[in-house]
Structures are given as C-alpha cells and as structure tokens.
C-alpha cells in the first residue's frame, strides 16, 4: 500500500474508532446516572474503540492474518500495550477539559485531541514494534 494509501485510510479508521469511541461513552453516560458515569464511559469507549480499531488497523493497515488464535491474541496485547501511553494522553485530555471547561461538548473535544494525537503516535509506535515483520513504508 503506498504511504498516502496508508495515510488516507488509517485518518478515516481513526475517525471510525473516535466516533464508536464516543458514542459508546454517551451511551454509558445515559446509561448509568452514578457519580462515576463519565469515568466509566471513558473506560467503555476506550474498550470500543481499542478492539474496532485494532481489527482495522490488522487487517486494512498491516494486512495482518495471525496464523492461529494465539498469535492474533498476542498481537492484540502487543498492539494494547503500544496503547498504554497513548490511552493516558488521551484520557488526560479529555478530562482536562471537562474539568478546565465544565462542559459535555469541551469534553468530547478534548478527546478528539486527545484521540487524535495518540492515534498519529501509535501509528508509528505499531509500525515498530507490533506489526514490524509486515512491510511498510
């Protein structure tokens, strides 16, 4: 796939997985009214967002096809653990603006940033060291 292939396709994954990503945190929220519903909706749209962008970026990005399930489950922790730092920079974003500016809507936008940020850093992080045998630009 050539780079701009490459760049086109993981830009509308990464919308994809910030869009299920969001809506599966406003489900929660309208789901569970306790005082830990934004925190538990974070959490539930990270998990969201995880699993439908790594099968994306498996099979659409890297043109992954895992031998058996366990190597396909050994990826999936190796592409987790390339998240952890990623995951943090979002999560800080986002709460950082909810609690700077107090609102639904500067929430979200910080996770867009957020989101947005670490999904250009874990490109590079996933090239490296998760899917490095497959070949790419």
């Known amino acids: 796939m050539t780079k701009t292939k490459i760049i086109l396709y993981y830009s509308v994954f990464a919308f994809i997985a910030t869009?299920?990503?969001?809506?599966?945190?406003?489900?929660?929220v309208?789901?569970?009214a306790?005082?830990?519903?934004?925190?538990?909706?974070?959490?539930?749209?990270?998990l969201v967002g995880l699993l439908s962008k790594y099968y994306l970026d498996?099979?659409?990005i890297f043109s992954f096809q895992p031998r058996t399930p366990a190597e396909d489950a050994q990826t999936f922790v190796a592409y987790s653990l390339t998240g952890v730092?990623?995951?943090?920079?979002?999560?800080?974003t986002e709460i950082g603006f909810d609690l700077y500016f107090g609102s639904k809507t500067a929430r979200y936008m910080g996770a867009i940033i957020g989101l947005t940020?670490?999904?250009v850093v874990k490109y590079q992080l996933d090239k490296c060291y998760v899917f490095s045998t497959q070949d790419q630009d």
């Open 117 to 119: 940020i670490g999904y």
């Open 58 to 60: 498996k099979r659409y």
């Open 85 to 92: 730092g990623t995951t943090f920079l979002f999560w800080v």
């Open 34 to 46: 306790g005082s830990s519903n934004i925190y538990i909706g974070i959490l539930a749209g990270t």
């Open 30 to 32: 309208r789901t569970y």
């Open 19 to 28: 869009l299920a990503n969001l809506l599966a945190q406003e489900l929660t």
